[in-house]
């Protein structure tokens, strides 16, 4: 099974880097996966990400995401049917995520199943401000969120596809 471990965000916008993180520290540890691919950084989003998730069996997103109610490291998992409004899969100037994969498997191209794709949103705090640093409270929790989010990754990349 082919898989892409995807993380989202800017690097230089504060919490918004928090994907991508994620991504480069979990790239160190996943060498030894058969069939991972693993971009650390994309900020695309809507009909763009078409391109990104084409080939693959399977993906893996890590990115933040920001509700009312969360507080900074607390941490969301859900599959692409289930995703509502993650910050990065939408674009203003663009189709929606679940808009956009429903074109691209209408038109043939080869992209994974919905339900094969996982995102791991991370609540922040800030993502407007330029900064190469996340905010205190997204740091000092980085390694309860980040150990957490690994575990689930690695059950992922060891299961069977859904419905196989």
Known sequence: MKTLLLGMGNPILCDDAVGV????????RLTHIPGLDVVEECSVGGLNLLDVFSGYDRVVVLDSYQTRE?????????????MGGAVHLTNIHDTNFATALKLG?????????????????VEIKESSIFSEEM?????ESYPRYSSAIFREVCKLLSDQPAGR
């Open 21 to 28: 993180r994620l991504a480069r520290d979990f790239s160190r």
């Open 70 to 82: 969360g507080l900074p490291g607390d941490w969301y998992y859900f599959t692409a049917p289930e």
């Open 105 to 121: 498997h209408s038109i043939g191209m080869a992209l994974p199943d919905p339900a094969e794709i996982h995102i791991f949103g």
């Open 135 to 139: 905010t205190p409270e997204l740091e």
